[in-house]
């Protein structure tokens, strides 16, 4: 029931009669044009209210001068026409306004198109003291939260956009504040006033962030450059207190320290630290370095006259070296070793003439010891001599003699230069070759073969390689090639190593087969634990569609036939895709390929405006719009996923081909039945027509 109240105007001393009010009332019928039905209109209220019973239209532009009170629905604009609805209020003509044009709402001011709704208050002046804002969300009433969990109450919530870009969006957003005010003694575009902040995603400052308390960081990412780390920011950071930091602290090459602007820098580059501008004192306490340098070569003293250090201790197998190497004194367990020129007047008197084995030199001058005359250094005359411990030496053919040198058993030999070995011969086993040693060889630098080169591991020939390695496992069934990483860690230990993310082996213990099996670790997306990957060096692929046709991977099968290969016979399997050891997919010898499917229908379904709706969808430019099947209706069925328009235009998805067989199978199930039952009733119409002599 609807109410209208309408205000009369009387001349004063004048009383109105029962027919005055009957015209008025009269009136109001003819106000509506007759949309009023009169049958439902209450006009006997002595305060002079109208009241009307059902359901009424009003049509047309009308004013109603005074209350309106409706204690029933009201719906405006019901057929959608392109008219406003505006409610004023006694200072602001746009109160609220709902645009019927453009579709949107508007409080405070005119409706603007693409602005779903504007709140934007006329200028007005407020009550002194008071708070003031153009919009308040007041916490009411006690919300009342039953028994269990509820994940989110609150004030306010916002959903992100939900945005269909054909075009370019420059900067999409759930939330801006376009600025902060410059009025107030203090100006913020936001404002938290008390409790906790949380932001679950990153957070970007465009400009400066003034904290006014503590800035806490709860993240415990450790850092390892300068984009990384719990707090990392692409400019400078100036403290004006004091730095605690409880673990290392990481600075990139060439930083410089730098004190009272300039007074003195501590300034790295290239593995060093220049100290600028000053000394250094440590007083009474202890530097501890790896190294010492001077400032450049042939500069700088350790010490001075007046402040000389008393001690000099050195480690173990310690080295003085002068000029680069160009002589050196080394010591090793007791022994210091002279590397270089060694000029003395009194040999005897330096290293003793019961002890002469203890001196080690790279040249030794001198008269008397070459006993033999034969122009060596030092002349071993016994073929069997062997030297108890390590031999260091430059020139071992000098010092040993060119006679004598296959003599020398050492138990380490340790040349400071390169080792050369000019000797061609072969090798063909590991007891053959230029070099070769009953133990490992430990390399720590590279190891470059020559073009001709092949590297045997358990084998000593491969008729069919001229260039290559060779692994013969012999009778071992584990890894034959495994490629490992520090930066992988899986946990699957059971079939390799926790850093290894690739292996080659048999695929059977007895019958051989290759097997390649890729591990992939848990950091990082959920597949690609092997991947193949094919390159060509051209300007396009073949597209060829026959069976002269390739791929950029291509598989091959074949059988034994004799000692070479033949093809794959009738209906014979050439590739397989299995679940572990569960077959799902074969593709066999006539190009057939067969799924392990479990069979399901859509009786339930409407098939024959799926097959429609499926072409509407993709090729809507030629069949229109889909009608009752959309995009979520043929993904919850199973014949598609991620159904999406590209940025060509074109529509694509990616189709479940043996859900579809499925499905056309169903629907020419549905066909064939239609069929029969049509077959069926023209045979009845028949029979009639027949009956009636047709």
């Not at 990139?252 to 060093?272: E, I, K, R």
């Not at 001058?365 to 250094?377: C, L, M, R, V």
């Not at 082996?505 to 087969?513: I, L, V």
Request: glycine share 12%; charged share 15%.
């Amino acid at each position: 029931m609807g109410t209208v109240e309408q205000t009369i105007t009387f001349v004063v001393d004048l009383v109105p009669t029962a027919a005055d009010w009957a015209n008025q009332f009269s009136s109001l019928y003819n106000l509506v044009n007759g949309q009023i039905d009169k049958a439902n209109v209450d006009s006997s209220s002595s305060d002079g209210i109208v009241t009307m019973d059902e359901a009424q239209t009003i049509t047309g532009a009308k004013t109603l001068t005074g209350a309106l009170v409706a204690n029933g629905g009201a719906v405006f604009n019901e057929g959608s026409a392109d008219v406003d609805f505006r409610i004023e209020t006694n200072a602001i003509s746009n109160g609220f306004i709902v645009d019927g044009g453009l579709d949107v709402f508007a409080f405070g001011a005119a409706a603007a198109d693409d602005q779903f709704v504007t709140i934007s208050p006329p200028a007005a002046t407020h009550t002194a003291t008071t708070n003031t804002y153009n919009l308040q969300v007041g916490s009411g009433g006690a919300q009342t939260i039953p028994t269990g969990t509820t994940t989110y109450v609150g004030t306010v919530n916002l959903d992100e956009p939900n945005i269909t870009a054909t075009g370019t969006v420059t900067n999409a957003f759930t939330l801006r504040i376009a600025g902060a005010p410059t009025e107030g003694s203090n100006n913020y575009a936001l404002w938290v006033d008390a409790g906790a902040t949380q932001l679950d995603g990153a957070v970007t400052a465009g400009s400066t962030l003034t904290v006014g308390g503590v800035l806490s960081v709860d993240d415990t990412t450790e850092t390892t450059s300068g984009t990384t780390g719990s707090i990392h920011t692409d400019g400078g950071l100036g403290v004006a207190k004091d730095i605690y930091l409880g673990d290392d602290l990481f600075i990139a090459t060439g930083a410089v320290f730098n004190w009272d602007g300039g007074d003195v820098t501590l300034t790295h580059s290239a593995n060093t630290l220049t100290l600028g501008g000053g000394n250094m004192a440590f007083g009474t306490g202890t530097l501890t370095v790896a190294a010492l340098l001077a400032n450049s070569d042939n500069s700088g003293a350790l010490g001075a006259s007046g402040t000389a250090f008393s001690d000099l201790f050195l480690a173990d197998g310690g080295v003085i070296n002068w000029n680069a190497g160009n002589a050196t004194l080394t010591h090793t367990a007791g022994t210091l070793t002279f590397n270089g020129d060694f000029v003395a007047t009194d040999v005897d008197a330096i290293i003793g003439s019961n002890t002469p084995a203890a001196l080690t030199c790279t040249t030794f001058t001198s008269t008397g010891i070459d006993d033999n005359a034969t122009g060596e250094i030092l002349q071993i005359t016994d073929s069997g001599a062997t030297v108890a411990g390590d031999f260091s030496a430059t020139d071992l053919d000098g010092i040993l003699g060119s006679n004598t040198a296959a003599a020398a058993t050492v138990t380490t030999l340790t040349a400071s230069g390169i080792v050369s070995v000019d000797d061609t011969t072969d090798s063909t086993s590991t007891t053959t070759g230029s070099i070769h040693t009953d133990g490992g060889v430990g390399i720590a630098k590279d190891l470059i073969l020559g073009a001709t080169s092949t590297i045997f591991v358990g084998d000593t020939e491969n008729a069919r390689q001229a260039v290559g390695i060779t692994i013969q496992q012999g009778t071992n069934d584990d890894e034959a090639l495994a490629l490992k990483s520090s930066d992988v860690v899986h946990v699957v230990t059971g079939v390799a190593e926790s850093d290894t993310y690739g292996v080659l082996s048999k695929a059977s213990a007895t019958a051989g087969g290759l097997q390649i099996t890729g591990l992939r670790d848990g950091d990082d997306n959920p597949w690609a634990a092997v991947t193949i990957r094919g390159i060509l060096d051209e300007a396009a692929a073949d597209t060829t569609k026959s069976t002269g046709g390739f791929g950029v991977i291509q598989c091959l099968s074949y059988l034994e036939s004799g000692n070479s290969v033949g093809l794959c016979g009738a209906d014979e399997n050439l590739f397989s895709i299995s679940n572990g050891g569960t077959t799902r997919f074969i593709f066999d010898a006539e190009g057939s390929g067969h799924a392990d499917v479990a069979w399901t229908t859509y009786d339930a379904e409407d098939d024959f405006q799926i097959v429609k709706d499926v072409e509407a969808h993709f090729v809507p430019e030629l069949f229109g719009e889909a009608v009752k099947y959309k995009a979520k209706d043929l993904e919850r069925l199973g014949l598609f996923h991620d159904i999406r328009r590209e940025p060509d235009g074109k529509m694509r998805g990616m189709m479940n081909w043996t859900r579809m067989s499925m499905f056309h199978h169903g629907t020419l199930h549905k066909v064939i039945r239609a069929l029969e039952d049509a077959y069926a009733e023209i045979g009845q119409l028949k029979s009639r027509l027949q009956l009636i002599g047709a």
